[in-house]
C-alpha cells in the first residue's frame, strides 16, 4: 500500500512539473511567433537537432546532438569538458522547459557555441516542439 502511495504522490508531481514545463514552453512560443515565427515543427528541430555546424574557432563540426546525443531522452555529456548533461526530452525531464530565463539563457549560450550565432526565434521553436514531442 505505501509504495502505491509513493507511486501516486510521483505520478501527481512529475505530471504536475511535465504541465508547468509545457506551460513555460507555450509562453515562450508565443513569444517567438509575435516576433514573426512559426508554425514550428518538431521535424524541422529533429533535423537541425542533428545537423553539423562549423562554428569559427571550433576544432571541429557540432551540432545539438555532440553534446546532448542523438536521442533527446537519453543523457548527454559536453565534448569538451565531459560535464554530464540531463535528458532534453520533457517526457524524461520534466522540468527541463520550466523556466523560461534559463531556457533562453542556453539557447543564447548553446547556439552561439554550436551555430557561431544566436537562433532565431523559428528554429527555438521548432526545439521546443521537438523536445515536447520526446
Known amino acids: 500500500m505505501k509504495s502505491k502511495i509513493v507511486f501516486g504522490v510521483a505520478g501527481v508531481l512529475f505530471t504536475g512539473a511535465a504541465?508547468?514545463?509545457?506551460?513555460?514552453?507555450?509562453?515562450?512560443?508565443?513569444?517567438?511567433?509575435?516576433?514573426?515565427?512559426g508554425p514550428f515543427s518538431a521535424e524541422a528541430g529533429g533535423s537541425a537537432w542533428t545537423r553539423t555546424h562549423q562554428s569559427a574557432g571550433a576544432a571541429g563540426a557540432r551540432s545539438c546532438a555532440s553534446c546532448h546525443g542523438a536521442d533527446p531522452g537519453q543523457?548527454?555529456?559536453?565534448?569538451?569538458?565531459?560535464?554530464?548533461?540531463?535528458?532534453?526530452?520533457?517526457?524524461?525531464n520534466p522540468a527541463r522547459l520550466s523556466d523560461p530565463e534559463k531556457v533562453e539563457k542556453w539557447f543564447r549560450r548553446n547556439c552561439r557555441w554550436t551555430l557561431g550565432r544566436e537562433c532565431t526565434s523559428q528554429e527555438k521553436g521548432d526545439f521546443i516542439r521537438y523536445l515536447t514531442s520526446q
Open 19 to 37: 504541465l508547468a514545463a509545457l506551460a513555460a514552453g507555450a509562453d515562450l512560443m508565443q513569444g517567438y511567433r509575435n516576433a514573426g515565427a
Open 75 to 92: 543523457p548527454g555529456k559536453h565534448i569538451e569538458t565531459g560535464k554530464p548533461i540531463e535528458p532534453m526530452a520533457v517526457s524524461v
